[in-house]
């Protein structure tokens, strides 16, 4: 008898016939993945971006010296609610990012395997990952621009009250049409290319790791093949910091170049090479790691979270599928 290989590295079904690959449910169950994921860890993510877009002063001053300090002062100038700034883009535009990449990865795969039953080849696994990555950046950078403009905001607010200016709020709403204004649709894709080498990386190195990862745990006793939740919640997490923390140095490149509104003397960047020499030159080697421990911290819980849900398969009862 054949088995069926499907949803990243689990086997999911024994029969002589292969499943049919069926992508609505699994869009869906990558969009409420990515709402539960993203509401839980948003405050972690918003401290992540300061620390990533605060500068070095010339001598050394700087707004933010650790992660702590930076969640400290931004809970008491901004109260409760300041944590979440910028959380309705993420979590509109989190539905179908995360829909896409979980969903495409599972297509690619499905499509890229080469004898039911078998394990994926190491390749093929990462050729499908990078597809999926590549696939979420349309939806990813405009999402991740507007979402950087809110949670930075409160940073270049409180640096401007330093210096005895005012800066005035901004929204969403106001930011995207201000965009679409002065620079049409594009301007919603500025730092795409960046976006693009980040979530083509990450994806990489997540979805192969967590299929293996996921494929040593013990299986569900309904039959299925599928991994216990915890499982696949534990291998979400391990194979998100690690790749997390692999692409930080392109996290923090991206980061300034979508950080349109800069405080008082900071630097400009005209692409992915020269915010990389610049921040090499000005900031040192140390400074592709910021926010780099709050990103793992955010991301391991993310995936660990988008991934159990991803798996529990609500869409399949909702919408009748057999999953």
């Not at 700087?62 to 883009?89: I, P, Q, W």
């Not at 049409?184 to 795409?192: F, H, P």
């Not at 996921?214 to 216990?228: I, M, W």
């Not at 915890?230 to 950080?259: E, H, M, Y």
Request: glycine residues 10%; aromatic residues 8%; contains cysteine.
């Amino acid at each position: 008898m054949a088995t069926t290989q499907v949803a990243q590295g689990n086997v999911v079904s024994s029969s002589t016939t292969p499943k049919q690959f069926s992508l609505v449910p699994k869009i869906v169950n990558g969009g409420i993945a990515g709402v539960i994921g993203v509401s839980v860890v948003f405050p972690l993510d918003l401290v992540k971006t300061r620390l990533q877009s605060q500068q070095i002063g010339p001598n050394g001053e700087r707004m933010y010296n650790s992660m702590l300090d930076c969640f400290r002062k931004t809970y008491r100038a901004e109260g409760y609610f300041g944590m979440y700034k910028g959380s309705a883009v993420n979590i509109l535009l989190i539905t179908p990012e995360k829909a896409i990449k979980l969903a495409a990865n599972d297509f690619f795969r499905y499509h890229l395997t080469t004898e039911p039953g078998k394990p994926l080849p190491l390749i093929r696994e990462m050729i499908a990952g990078a597809s999926a990555g590549f696939c979420q950046i349309v939806i990813t950078t405009p999402m991740e621009l507007l979402k950087i403009q809110m949670q930075d905001a409160g940073r270049v607010a409180a640096q401007a009250k330093l210096e005895g200016k005012t800066v005035p709020k901004i929204s969403a709403t106001s930011l995207t049409l201000d965009l679409i204004r002065t620079k049409g649709i594009l301007g919603l894709y500025k730092g795409a290319a960046a976006t693009m080498f980040r979530d083509v990386s990450f994806s990489i190195i997540y979805f192969p790791l967590f299929a293996r990862l996921n494929s040593l745990g013990p299986r569900k006793s309904d039959g299925s093949g599928e991994a216990v939740l915890w499982c696949s919640f534990l291998s979400g997490c391990t194979s998100g910091s690690l790749a997390a923390l692999l692409v930080n140095p392109i996290d923090v490149v991206k980061t300034r170049l979508q950080a349109i509104k800069k405080a008082e003397g900071e630097a400009s960047y005209n692409g992915v090479a020269d915010a990389f020499t610049k921040i090499l030159k000005n900031e040192g080697v140390t400074a592709f790691f910021k926010g780099g421990a709050c990103r793992m911290i955010v991301i391991a819980p993310l995936f660990g979270i988008a991934q159990m849900v991803y798996f529990l398969g609500v869409a399949e009862k909702l919408l009748g599928y057999n999953k």
